[in-house]
């Protein structure tokens, strides 16, 4: 068969393909727009749920292949440089969050036209801060001994730290730009390609984890192949993205520096909370890996994973929602923020109660079936510290979600300067212990000073727009 034959006959249907994706493309956007707030969340929601399942089934089975391919102890060093690397991603300075917030803020008041000028000047802004960000990581890894006095546990002798983590600082400094668009999509009610985004992740992620096996790949190499599978994906929603929005994603025209200034202000309050959130979120991993040994990085990485789709399964809710409440402070509609508000705090308690409960009885045995000698053992003691970790964090950060919705930080910058504290003084002696001390630490800091916090602010924020509501 000639290379035209086969051109002939494949044009034809990819015309099909791409003909039939248009016009599902062209009815989701029309659809979108007449619907009501809440069927746009559970419209998203929905297609998130079956997004989401796909991502599941994935990291399940990339899990046991990638740890059998490096063994338990690389792939514990391999967790704790990626966790290390990924305590990087506050770097876009709030500018993410802030965008999403001013779409929907512009969607509410009626000024879309604004929009398009808004995306472009913010998606510049983060570019140059991607720049200046990769010049002055790169140069401390290369110039700095910084690496050897950070990484000084003898098990990471045999691997070369500089080329791995170089590649792992430009896999997340070129994200900075590309994340974006996530919550442009978000602040524009498209929230179903998030989903769509994280199970292509997914897919490509484990794709790229076979290839690197076949490959027999060094450590550096396998990074730098699975790095891959997120950049792609973030080009594909981009894509589709422009496809949906051509008005909002219009490349050419006016940039104004004062334009994505307004973004990142609008953001900043958000930026401590990120930075706290992203260090409480891979620092155990990093200190077990380091003060402690590369196998309980392992153990505290694989429980991560598996409470990872509960976790995100509720996140994806509380994320459809965050515009929608946002949209309804400045259309000032307070029934159905509140209505929605007391909605959400009741999900959000028997979700995470009953995710507590599965993940326990999960945790005894999987982590023991997917190490290559059955070494990875969890006691019934560190299980139960586990489930219970995992259910207040999983209400904390839904509280975490509301607030930020309803431009409510105030709380969340005190309790950021608490968990950065705690990380310093507190966690690295948890770290040394084991990784049962690590989730009872975790667990008090939340019992303690984030749960009575948030709560706190939310009931006094709410307050606040009662008495607004009366008075107007």
Known sequence: ??????????????????????????KEAAASTALTPWNRILLNFGASLLGRAVAIVCNLISIPFGMHFLGVEVYGIWATLTGG????????????????????????????????????????????????????????????????????????????????????????????????????????????????????????????IYIASRLHANLPTYIGITILAPLVSNFVLILILRHLEPSVLHVCGAVSFKDGYASLKKGAHYVLPQISGAILTQA????????????????????????????????????QTWPSLTEAIYRKDLKWLLKTVRTLLRTVVASSFISSLVLFFA??????????????????????AFAAFTFLFMITQSLAFINNSLEATKSQNLLAFINIVFVIFVLPKCATLDVIAVFLGLSGLALVFALPALLIELRLVLKHFRVKHQLA
Do not use: Y
Not at 1 to 25: A, E
Not at 366 to 376: A, C, E, G, K, N
């Open 1 to 26: 068969m000639t290379p035209s034959s086969i051109s002939s006959i494949s044009q034809p249907l990819f015309d099909r393909v791409s003909g039939f994706l248009k016009k599902l493309l062209r």
């Open 85 to 208: 690397i990924t305590l990087l991603s506050f770097l876009d300075l709030g500018l993410g969050i802030g965008l999403q917030n001013r779409l929907s803020a512009l969607i509410g008041s009626e000024s879309r036209h604004e929009i398009a000028s808004c995306v472009r000047s913010s998606i510049v802004l983060s570019a140059s801060l991607a720049v200046l960000f990769s010049l002055v990581l790169l140069s401390l890894i290369w110039l700095t001994p910084i690496v050897p006095f950070i990484f000084n546990n003898e098990s990471f002798s045999s691997i070369q730290l500089k080329p791995c983590l170089s590649l792992l600082v430009i896999s997340v400094v070129t994200a900075l730009p590309l994340n974006l668009f996530p919550r442009i999509a978000l602040g524009l009610q498209h929230g179903w390609l998030i989903a769509a985004g994280n199970a292509l992740t997914a897919i490509l992620t484990l794709a790229t």
């Open 284 to 319: 155990p991993t990093a200190l077990l890996g380091t003060l402690g040994a590369p196998s309980a990085a392992a153990l505290f990485n694989v429980l991560s994973r598996l409470s990872s789709p509960f976790s995100q399964i509720q996140q994806m809710l509380l994320l």
């Open 363 to 384: 945790s005894v045995s999987i982590p023991r079936l997917i190490s290559p000698d059955h070494s990875l053992v969890l006691p019934k003691s560190t299980a139960v």
